[in-house]
C-alpha cells in the first residue's frame, strides 16, 4: 500500500510539473531570448586560422635569418 501512495504522489507531482512546463513556462522564451548569433564555431575557427597564419609566418621568417646566418658563418 505505501508503494501505491509514493507511486500516485511521484505521478501527481510528474503530472502537475508537466503541465506547468508545457503551459506557463516561459524557458522557450528565454532560449531564443539568450540564443548567440550565428554558430559558436565560426568565431572560433576564424581566430584559429589567423593564429595559425601569424605562427607560420614566424616560422617562415625564422627559418629564414637561421639560413642566412648559416650561410654568413661559412
Known sequence: MTL???LVGVGTFVYFAHQYL???SRL???LER???LGSVTEESLTRYDAERGHRDLN???SHRE???LHTRTT
Open 66 to 68: 637561421a639560413s642566412a
Open 22 to 24: 508545457v503551459t506557463e
Open 4 to 6: 501505491f501512495v509514493a
Open 28 to 30: 522557450p522564451e528565454l
Open 59 to 61: 616560422a617562415a621568417r
Open 34 to 36: 539568450y540564443r548567440p
